[in-house]
């Protein structure tokens, strides 16, 4: 049995099937969201006999299917590369994209040009499978600015509002300022290594400047410290684009970029060193912003940027297959939380803010058990789907003495990530209502509870699953004392009783006043202020200034109208001072001008 063979044609399968709805309008067949949704389940089956047989066979594959000889000496091929990361990510961004499909049937029921919104999502999806199955950087480079161009048409899909466009813009001008670090990186290669490919093995001598590039833009389209304020922005968008922006697309394609160069950083102290403070920074930042937010779609967007620096962190370890196990547990809870909000979103008339909720848990049941099952497996709850990567991250960040300050900062966000998560959880779930009496709250839909429990089963089992068949076993087993191996879950733990004493706090305490202190998290740690705000004033002013100095003072008043006006007032005054009437004025000016003819004679 030819395997190999076998593997690349179900791969090619699984790539034309998913593009069938993109080609139909092309040959003016009917395309709609029905038909979208079915497809990519198709894709998704299709891609499950992919992912066995290589599993079975333990056997890596790259197709070669165009070459484009860019010069002589210069060659990109169109590589398709079949690894352990890129079989194992098809059927987890298929799985959650039908689901996600599938709830955008009943969410975005109402709208107009729905098939063309679905068809959006699908070509975002085709992106990223595009970017995670690529063997050069060329092809990864198409997937890296399709996953962009979309995310833009996607966030600002409601034009009609300023705050969507504004996020639409917001995301794509700091996603150019990670794409300049790419392209830094491609041409650094194109010049040094004279190839595009990624399976080659790079010199233990790469140099930091390529590595810094690839940083920053893993840094823009992750939304690490620094360059984080499009995600919770993008919350502007559609429920269903949250979903599919912040589980399985976009936001991991910064950190997957890390994993497939990782060659190139395994060598290099100073950039892993870099990448482990940066994520520790950006877990406890995202994970700080996330304590007191009230809209239930923010809180849930700064649980991602936290957990993507907790990403960030791992690839600072040198733990690549590590930091895949947790992309793929992340996507299962982070999709399922954003479709419970939607739906909770939707049944309550598009309120979204959590201090106006509660008492969920008897008119939304399904919906709100389906989230407290997010938010544990978000908190490292034991046997969930996130426990198994997310614990496994934290006793790796024990064995260094280097780690500490990392270690630090990671299990403070690791208790911030229980506090906010029990606070959602409590104040949208439980004790009286406070919701308007009337609204037509109804969850008894297919496309509402069918992609919610999909999801929730996979919250469960997924961590388990990947870890007994898929994960290769390669590191040896690590021996640590009890404390150790129980931080993880001690410290969930105390942020969990933080929660429930701060709740009850709230019920008696006074209002608090007022102050920087108090209101740095609210605040988003002042970032945009002080970028956006303050910096586009000071921009402005100094270019005020500028302008007015050049054009009012030095044209204005020195070679304009006034300059000339000037001058013929100093003209006047001198023919006044000659034309006095005296006669020692008249022969003082003849003689001078006598003189000046003799001389220039």
Partial sequence: MNLPLILNTSMLLTLTITLTPIILPLFNLKNSPTIISQTVKASFLSSLTTTIIFLHSNLESITSHWEWKFTMNFKIPIDLKMDYYSMTFFPIALFITWSILQFATWYMAQEPHTTKFFSYLLIFLI?????????????????WEGVGIMSFLLIGWWHGRAEANTAALLAVLYNRIGDIGLILCLAWLATTMNTWEIQLPYSNQ??????????????????????????????????????????????????????????????????????????????????????????????????????????????????????????????????????????????????????????????????ASCLTIGNLALMGTPYLAGFYSKDAILESLNMSYLNTWALLLTLLATSFTAIYSLRMTLLVQSNFTRTPPILPINENNPAIINPITRLALGSIITGFMIVSFIIPMKTPPLTMPTHTKTTAIVITILGAITALELSKMTHSFLKPKQNMTSNFSSTLGYFNLLTHRLTSTNLLTNGQKIASHLIDLSWYKKMGPEGLATLQLKATKMSTTFHTGVIKTYLGSFTLSTLIMILSM
């Fill in 127 to 143: 992106a990223m499978l595009t970017l995670t199955i690529a063997n050069n950087m060329f092809l990864l480079f198409i997937g």
């Fill in 206 to 367: 790469t140099p930091i400047l390529p590595l810094l590039g690839l940083i920053l833009a893993a840094t823009g389209k992750s939304a690490q410290f620094g360059l984080h304020p499009w995600l919770p922005a993008a919350m502007e968008g559609p429920t269903p684009v949250s979903a599919l922006l912040h589980s399985s697309t976009m936001v991991v394609a910064g950190i997957f970029l890390l994993i497939r160069t990782h060659p190139m950083f395994s060598s290099n102290q100073t950039a892993l060193t870099m990448c482990l403070c940066l994520g520790g920074l950006s877990t406890l930042f995202a994970a700080t912003c996330a304590l007191t937010q009230n809209d239930i779609k923010k809180i849930i967007a700064f649980s991602t940027s936290s957990q993507l620096g907790l990403m960030m962190v791992t690839i600072g370890l040198n733990l690549p297959q590590l930091t895949f196990l947790h992309i793929s547990t992340h996507a299962f809870f982070k999709a399922m939380l954003f479709l419970c909000s939607g739906s909770i979103i939707h049944n309550l008339n598009g309120e979204q803010d959590i201090r106006k909720m509660g008492g969920l848990q008897k008119t939304l049941p399904t919906t």
